[in-house]
């Protein structure tokens, strides 16, 4: 007998989208990301700021 499960994951998670110049803020959601003076993305909203560039602080 065959018992096939159905996994409903994909209604509780959100698709996870790379963060890059425009997308909304993950933090507060309001604002949309642009680079700084170091090439990292940041929120003007909030202050939150997107790593990943390449360099560690
Ligand atoms: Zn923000």
């Known amino acids: 007998m065959r018992v096939e499960i159905e996994l409903n994951f ?6 996870v989208e790379p963060l890059r ?3 909304v ?4 959601g309001e ?3 642009d680079y700084n003076g ?3 993305l940041q929120c003007p909203k ?3 700021v997107a790593g ?3 360099g560690c602080t």
């Open 10 to 15: 994909s209604e509780t998670l959100p698709p």
């Open 52 to 54: 990943g560039g390449g």
């Open 21 to 23: 110049c425009g997308s």
């Open 46 to 48: 909030c202050g939150f």
């Open 38 to 40: 170091v090439l990292d």
């Open 25 to 28: 803020c993950p933090k507060c």
């Open 31 to 33: 604002a949309r990301l």
